[in-house]
C-alpha cells in the first residue's frame, strides 16, 4: 500500500512540474516575441522626442495658427534630430479628422 501510496504521490509531482515548465516557456515565448515586435515594426516615431506646444520653435507656432490650419488643435509634437537638422512632426486633429504635418526648424512645412 505504501508502494502505491508513493506512486501516486510521484506521479502527481511530476504532472505539477511538467505543468509548471509548461506554462513558464509560454510565458517567456510570449514576452520574447513581444519585445521582438518593436524592433520588427519599428514605429516612426520610437527615434523622436515628444514635445509640448508651447516648446514647438516660435515660426512654426506661427505656422500653426495661420489661416492654413484654421480649426485644427495640436494633440501631439515630435522633435527628431537628424544630419544636424531638427526637425518637427505635428499631428494635428479636427473633430473626428486627424492629420501629420512636418516642419523644420525655420517653420517651412516639409510634408502635409
Not at 15 to 25: E, G, N, R, T, Y
Not at 91 to 108: A, I, P, R, Y
Amino acid at each position: 500500500m505504501k508502494k502505491v501510496l508513493f506512486a501516486c504521490i510521484l506521479s502527481l509531482g511530476t504532472v505539477a512540474v511538467l505543468q509548471a515548465q509548461d506554462s513558464a516557456a509560454t510565458q517567456s515565448d510570449r514576452y520574447s516575441t513581444e519585445a521582438q515586435q518593436p524592433s520588427q515594426d519599428k514605429d516612426k516615431y520610437n527615434d523622436k522626442d515628444m514635445v509640448a506646444t508651447t516648446d514647438l520653435p516660435a515660426a512654426i507656432q506661427d505656422q500653426l495658427k495661420s489661416q492654413d490650419y484654421t480649426g485644427w488643435t495640436v494633440s501631439k509634437a515630435y522633435r527628431k534630430a537628424k544630419d544636424g537638422k531638427t526637425m518637427y512632426s505635428v499631428e494635428l486633429t479636427n473633430g473626428t479628422e486627424s492629420k501629420k504635418v512636418k516642419f523644420d526648424e525655420q517653420g517651412n512645412v516639409l510634408k502635409d
